[in-house]
């Protein structure tokens, strides 16, 4: 059986091993996908890259934070979530990060509003409540409306200190605080899970009837 390596990038003109050097600094691209999207811009002709180098250049000037919310926004621009008057500002959903706020949307469950930390309380990394944009949380919750605020951080160590933390925080400035029910993933099996995993679907149940 002949085992075939995978290329190496000392086998490359330089300017392609540059690029697959760069390409594998992104998160879930390993050196096959590095290859594959190199490939398909070659085969795509040289505007290929101009458009995608262009796209890329373009986001830090052009991007900004949404002061209320945090989430990305075009540049001093309106707020595509908090300025969108069919969603209920009387919910907030507090994440860890915009890219938790993406996989929330793409659900097209939730119509309210959020709060994007850009972080989780973490003090050995030294990130602290004040790293978390909470005078935002707090001058949306000092206006009044507020109804429920859901923590969305995740089921780890600092997400959950980072939940009871936010819980206190938001004390009575909020009709109700509730925390996302985590559990068994869809289509596996309970012999599957673990304690911790079943223990927490357990008390993360909700009215079925
Ligand atoms: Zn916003």
Sequence with gaps: MSVVSEPKSASFPAPLARCLEELEKLPGVGRKSALRILFSL?????????????????VPASVDRCPDCRAF?????????????????????????ASDLFLLEATGE??????????????????RPDHLGLEALSARLERGGVREVILATPPTAEGEATASYLASFVGARAGKVTRIGF???VGSDLQYADSQTLSRALTGRRDYR
């Design 73 to 97: 926004r075009e540049a001093g621009g309106s707020c595509p979530l908090c300025d969108d008057p069919r969603r209920d500002p009387g919910v907030l959903c507090v994440v860890e990060s």
């Design 110 to 127: 939730y119509r309210g509003l959020y709060h994007v930390l850009n972080g989780l309380l973490s003090p050995m990394k030294g990130v």
């Design 183 to 185: 559990g068994i993933p």
């Design 42 to 58: 070659l085969s795509r002709g040289p505007e290929a890259f101009g458009t995608l180098a262009g796209a890329l250049a373009a």
